[in-house]
């Protein structure tokens, strides 16, 4: 860690010792938690990404400011709290050194958990699905930051690719513009998050973690910032139908625009509708993607604790 930073951010203890001793670590977002599920799934589903990290012998650092204090590990006191408290924002990027100035709490988003996670130096992070370019975003100009910090920080992101609430095809092109590495976890396919296919490829075919590791230890010690994006698909007795997921997001969007729903609002919203309208399947899903995520990432970072490289002097 940069030594000012110890300012703003505690490191947990175990995920200290972790870093420290070269063992594998996993950053999990929370925005995830307190805007993208509801009570009580979305603590169920932390809960047991916590343990399938540690089954694994990897230590998940969950990542949320609290109080003002960059919180690189949570405990179930701190997140209990936070639950409780109901006056947790949703932080990207451009919210993070005001939630900090300010003495306030919030759940960070893919770019700001990708932003803590690096300043910890925290290399492998697992989500559900990145924020993108949004449906209408040429005109919107509504495009997540999660993409910008994608190019920015050396964190690998592991996901199950992006909802149909967003342009994929648009996604994907900004990602390549900004030079972030698109990799398919055993597949050829990008796939769309409640679904294994979305009809756009991904940049590689990456056969697993070993693969995965190898790519990321030849950009980081090239010097090439920014991460990578991994996309698993959502295993296959777990993804929805398409046509009933289209239709519900084709709703959802509706719903949205004639609500004028828009900014760091839009998809929460979209989440829980979608949610709404597939009675709770959408959630189901949810849930068993990001366990799946979990699983990729571990190996992942367990693979690239073991990969010869010189990245840790970039990092
Ligand atoms: N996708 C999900 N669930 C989520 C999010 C995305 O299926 O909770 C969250 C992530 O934290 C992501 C954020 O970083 O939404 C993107 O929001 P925005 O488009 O406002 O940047
Ligand atoms: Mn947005």
Redesign the pocket.
């Known amino acids: 860690m940069q030594t000012d930073l110890g300012k703003y951010m505690d490191i947990q203890p175990e995920v200290a010792d972790a870093l420290a001793a070269g063992r594998p670590v996993v950053a999990l977002?929370t925005?995830?938690v307190f805007?993208?599920m509801p009570y009580p799934k979305n603590i169920e589903c932390h809960n047991r990404c916590e343990e399938i990290l540690r089954s694994k012998g990897v230590v998940p650092a969950a990542i949320a400011v609290h109080r003002g204090r960059i919180k690189i590990g949570l405990t179930p006191d701190i997140i209990r709290e936070m639950l409780d408290s109901g006056d947790v924002t949703k932080l990207?990027r451009r919210d993070l050194p005001h939630v900090v100035a300010q003495g306030k709490s919030g759940a960070t988003?893919?770019?700001a958990t990708m932003i803590a996670a690096e300043m910890a130096g925290i290399l492998v992070f697992a989500?559900?699905?990145?924020?993108g370019v949004h449906r209408g975003g040429h005109t919107s100009f509504d495009i997540?930051?999660?993409l910008q910090q994608l190019a920015q920080s050396n964190v690998c992101v592991v996901c199950a690719g992006a909802?149909s609430i967003l342009d994929i095809g648009l996604t994907l092109e900004y990602l390549e513009t900004m030079g972030v590495p698109v990799l398919g976890w055993q597949t050829d396919e990008f796939p769309a998050?409640y679904t294994q296919r979305s009809g756009f490829k991904a940049d590689y075919n990456m056969s697993g973690g070993k693969d995965i590791a190898a790519m990321l230890a030849a950009k980081w010690d090239m010097g090439l910032r920014g991460g990578a994006v991994v996309a698993c698909p959502v295993p296959a007795a777990y993804a929805m139908d398409e046509t009933a997921i289209t239709q519900a997001i084709d709703q959802a969007l509706a719903e949205a625009g004639a609500k004028g729903i828009h900014g760091?609002l839009?998809?929460p919203f979209l989440?829980a509708k979608v949610s709404e309208v597939t009675g709770g399947a959408s959630l189901a899903t949810?849930m068993q993607l990001v366990w799946n995520n979990c699983e990729k990432a571990a190996d992942i970072a367990i693979q690239l604790e073991n990969t010869p490289s010189k990245r840790r002097i970039f990092a």
């Not at 989500?127 to 924020?131: A, D, E, K, L, Y």
């Open positions: 977002e925005t995830i805007h993208g990207s988003t893919v770019a989500t559900g699905g990145i924020g997540s930051a999660d909802k998050f760091k839009s998809t989440l949810n």
